[in-house]
């Protein structure tokens, strides 16, 4: 009897052994499933006026495809398009449509990746360069005007990627698509159900550089208004950097300050005007921030302004810029500014346009920065390579942003252009051929400092939803602002207007490698096999062939047992 239960519990033992077995292999076929992880970055949701735009979901789990397949069910396939070889005119018809899709994945090429250092800031580009710029450009506006009811994400080209995708395209050219039963590659995205942000916050950062004031004068000293809006927007939140709309104004402004502050920190060369630079946020969204800003100045402060200037967009231009104004050219402070300017950009062989744009109270669209000071009767302007001004949405600082696309030499003619401007106007030396900031001089503009700035602000997304109060980078411009000037203020508000935004912006893609159902089929008769060929052994060797057929033999019946 002893032996007997012995055996039983040596078979037990094998039995478990057989099963923990099981479990691992299952185990290690899973691991082995996994063809590679990615970071990807979730289009933009967001609603304006109650109505949705943008990506409306954000979990992903389907089979992948590479293209859209004619007649075929696409309502539970990813299709993974190349931004390279995009059909823009296609995919916008395909999402106008609603045609049913599982998901989309766009591939961006890696030139305008924050990670490639290659050729960053160099100016000159190739015609398929330019050609990708534009291409991204009109594929954002595409995405971002439109209502999408999946996801879509937006992941960067590399080797790992790009291997699946070659194989998805081999797959493809059978004209089997991925399903459960063909087998193929499934991607994944597993996020948290999008959510409404509340409340989004705009921080405004304001600093002062005070000018000389002649003991026994109690008129106000006239001010100059230096501002730039920093922050961003874009198809893709975690991806819009604008190194040029607007990360080329914000680093004219910091090194403008800079300069000025070492004129400004000795008596003797401190001028007779009072300087405040502003970095503004919630400039795509009619400029916001920069009302708020306005509106906490008391009357006597917005009285002393001379005149403001603000920076947009000035890192991709070639020859000309152009300043826009909402008074007439004919206004006595418009043409002695415009005056100034051109006479300094011809010394340095660039050419100033001006542009007069009448503003429209009524209209709450504002298009330009300067519209703000003006719709507050203060004279303004705005710098900029842009002839036209953008709409509502556009050249916000978006995929095409890229520091890749970025020409430093023109941001350094930029703010030559406009500190050799402020300062002749500062000092009196309109129509003299005097170069306070020359290049080989101690005030001369630093392209190291410019670049190191360029370097954060082309791998730092700045969405203000989508920034805190505390936001690592709004400290750090606090910080170099506060290095330059004084009396430094920051001022948080919630981002006004009809704009309703949603987070989830970044997450991370598994891509695995399914086999077919036929295989799964063939796999389970071949380990089913095994397992009874193993447990037959099992028994023969610790019970006896007797005891492994009795396993399988009727039992005698009812009345058998009675009689």
Request: charged share 20%; hydrophobic share 40%; with cysteine.
């Amino acid at each position: 009897m002893a032996t007997r239960k012995g055996r039983e519990g040596e078979m037990l033992e094998s039995v478990y052994s057989v099963i923990a077995l099981v479990f691992v292999l299952v185990a290690c076929v899973e691991l082995c499933d996994a063809a590679t992880v990615v970071d990807v970055y979730r289009l933009i949701q967001y609603d304006l006026a109650g109505v949705p735009f943008g990506s409306r979901l954000a979990n992903l789990n389907h089979h992948a495809a590479s293209g859209f397949a004619p007649a075929a069910d696409l309502s539970r396939t990813v299709v993974i398009v190349p931004v390279r070889d995009i059909n823009i005119t296609f995919i916008g018809d395909y999402i106008t449509q609603k045609q049913p899709l599982g998901g989309l994945l766009f591939l961006l090429p890696r030139m305008i990746s924050s990670e490639n250092g290659d050729d960053m800031g160099r100016g000159d580009r190739t015609f398929e360069e330019k050609l990708m710029r534009n291409m991204l450009v009109e594929l954002e506006q595409l995405l971002i005007h439109a209502s999408i009811p999946y996801p879509v994400y937006f992941a960067f080209e590399d080797d790992n990627i790009d291997d699946v995708l070659t194989d998805i395209k081999r797959n493809d050219a059978t004209s089997q698509p991925a399903t459960a039963t063909t087998g193929g590659y499934k991607l994944v995205v597993s996020a948290p159900e999008p959510k409404k942000i509340v409340s989004p916050t705009i921080t405004n950062i304001q600093g002062w550089l005070p000018g000389l004031k002649v003991d026994g004068d109690a008129n106000q000293l006239p001010t100059i208004a230096i501002v730039a809006s920093y922050d961003t927007f874009g198809a893709a939140p975690a991806l819009s950097v604008g190194s040029d709309s607007n990360g080329s104004g914000v680093v004219a402004l910091l090194e403008i300050a800079r300069l000025f502050s070492l004129l400004y920190s000795n008596p003797k060369t401190r001028g007779r005007y009072n300087l405040l630079f502003g970095l503004t946020s919630g400039g795509p969204y009619n400029y916001n921030g920069t009302h708020k800003w306005l509106r906490s100045f008391d009357q006597r402060l917005r009285e002393s302004i001379d005149y403001a200037i603000c920076l947009n967009s000035i890192g991709s231009w070639d020859n000309e810029l152009w300043i826009h104004v909402s008074k007439p050219p004919e206004n006595a402070y418009i043409k002695q500014m415009f005056e100034g300017f051109t006479e300094v950009a011809e010394e340095l062989g660039l050419k100033v346009g001006l542009k007069h744009k009448k503003i429209n109270i009524s209209n709450p669209r504002v298009a330009w920065e300067h519209e703000q000071f003006s719709r507050l009767r203060v004279t303004a302007a705005t710098l900029s390579e842009l002839s036209v001004a953008p709409e509502l949405l556009e050249r916000t600082g978006g995929l095409s942003e890229s520091r890749h696309f970025l020409n430093e030499a023109a941001i350094i003619r930029s703010i030559k252009l406009v500190a050799e401007s402020l300062a002749r106007h500062i000092y009196g030396h309109e129509g003299k051929n005097i170069q306070i900031f020359a290049d080989d001089s101690s005030l001369a503009v630093n392209p190291s400092y410019i670049q190191s700035w360029l370097h954060l602000l082309s791998r730092t997304p700045r969405v203000a939803p989508f920034c805190s109060k505390n936001d690592p980078f709004i400290l750090a411009l606090k910080k170099e602002l506060a290095d330059h000037t004084v009396e430094v203020n920051v001022q948080h508000e919630v981002l006004d207007g009809m704009f309703t935004f949603y987070d989830s912006t970044k997450a991370r893609l598994n891509i695995y490698q399914v086999a077919s159902v036929t295989f799964d089929l063939l796999l389970l008769l071949v380990l089913g096999s095994y397992l009874i060929v193993l447990f037959s052994f099992l028994v023969i060797t610790t019970r006896g062939l007797d005891d492994l057929i009795s396993l399988f033999r009727r039992p005698p019946s009812r009345k058998l047992k009675t009689a």
